[in-house]
């Protein structure tokens, strides 16, 4: 059998702690379930934690990690693996689902929602009790390694009728449901972040609650943590805070003159110092 060892490379051993801060019970959730090897499903809107979330509990764990980020155009072969054209013939390459399922990875598929529905179901027999892998164009069953555990990110907000995971696939998973967290925790990882201090934190956060209010009325998400991390790192580089506002939360979220204006005056109310924008 030859199997491709570049797919294996994509399987990363985290050595240093990332640092997660945690918000709920999520720490303990995710390890009972990895005890049990239940298929996970991290649920929240972007940019308030998930992927850190399961780089910081692969290093807890001490199992490698191996993350596909899916998209439309994603195939079953992506994910499993394909025969492939060399000079000696031709040769089989490991997808980087094969290869976690093979050395007993964290697979981490990110926005799995956005796959088609025949690429997701390569996972179903993986995640009830035959834990195993056909490839079928290779005429091989993959039995999970006893580490091998799947996990997937689905942003509740996003899905609409056509784009939906099967119930079938649903129901293989447990959850876990993700948020933005409360004030000071979220001013917490934006100083820790950015390396930024306790008053910029906490007027950015502010200004992340009252983006978030405004949304339904047109706007589809308020600023994520990720997004204030950003308009921190700014400053901290050096930007004024007004242009940092501007390039890291205005200019992003939308394209929508009242929406902007909408927002600014959210940002002026919490951190006056960045009227001018
Ligand atoms: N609880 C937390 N502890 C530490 N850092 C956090 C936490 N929540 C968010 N962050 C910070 O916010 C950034 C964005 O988080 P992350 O990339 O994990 O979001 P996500 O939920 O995976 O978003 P998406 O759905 O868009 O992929 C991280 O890089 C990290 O800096
Ligand atoms: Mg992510």
Redesign the pocket.
Known sequence: MTVDASAHLAAELIRDE??????GDEIDLFAAAYAGRLPVM?K?????????????MAWRLKRPLVTVAAHEDLTAADLAGRFLLAPEGTVWHDGPLTAAVRLGAICYL??IVEARQDTTVVIHPLTDARRALPLDKKGELVPAHPDFQLTI?Y?PGYQSAVKDLKESTKQRFVAIE?D??EPA??AE??M???GVAAALAGGLVDVGLRSRNLRGDGLAEGA???M??HAAKLVRGGAPLDAALRSAILLPITDEPDLREALAAAIAASLPEAARL
């Open positions: 990332p640092y997660y801060r945690p918000v991290l929240g809107p972007t940019g308030c934690g998930k992927t850190r979330f399961v780089e910081h990110d926005e990110s942003n993700f933005y967290p925790i979220e990882i934006v820790r972040e950015a994520s943590t990720r204030l991390i």
